[in-house]
């Protein structure tokens, strides 16, 4: 879970990044599975958005992987009145980005790949303290469970008792005509 202060923090670099290119319509910061970070998308359903974006990211990841050309990067879409950029931010999330036809894709790429890489690390960081605090939740939960469960009872080992008849005296046995009359 994001804690309200990371969220607040991955908002204020999407505003940071519309200020820093202008031809910016939107920006929009996804998990890879589809559930919306932070959006700054005037006009744009987000949650919309951040699925088709999800959709996207995996046919983008199975084309890298068809082509040997390595793990996702970014995706650029250009429709005729835009486009679409889509980049990697840490190991959990991306980043979509809405810009106007006339925008300067280099200029697009230099700032959307900085922003990813910050998105990233905020996104990735919280990710791991999530991870961490659940562990030690477990931890904690775990040892409560051992210090209150009642004592284990032990468990004595007996020996085998001794029959005094060997397995070849059982073998003759079931072969006599006694045995095997009935």
């Known amino acids: 879970m994001v804690s309200e202060e990371d969220l607040q923090a991955v908002l204020a670099e999407l505003h940071r990044l519309r200020n820093r290119v202008p031809q910016l319509t939107g920006a929009l910061a ?11 998308t005037p006009g744009v359903d987000p949650e919309g958005l951040a699925a088709l974006t999800a959709a996207a990211l995996g046919v983008a990841v199975r084309v890298a992987d068809a082509t040997g050309n390595g793990g996702f990067r970014e995706l650029l879409v250009r429709g005729e009145h835009g486009h679409v950029a ?42 791991t303290a999530a991870r961490q605090a ?24 007996r020996t085998p008792r ?21």
Do not use: F, K, M
Request: hydrophobic share 35%.
């Open 86 to 127: 889509t980049y990697a931010a840490g190991r959990t999330a991306v980043l979509t980005l809405l810009a106007e036809d006339r925008v300067n894709v280099g200029r697009l790429h230099l700032e959307g790949r900085r922003s990813g890489a910050r998105i990233g690390e905020l996104l990735d960081a919280a990710d």
């Open 134 to 157: 659940r562990r030690s939740g477990r931890a904690e939960r775990t040892q409560d469970a051992v210090d209150s469960a009642p004592p284990t009872r032990t468990r004595t080992t």
């Open 162 to 182: 001794a029959t005094g008849a060997t397995s070849a005296d059982t073998r003759t046995a079931r072969n006599t005509p006694a045995a095997t009359d009935s």
């Open 30 to 40: 996804a998990g890879v599975d589809g559930l919306v970070v932070a959006h700054d």
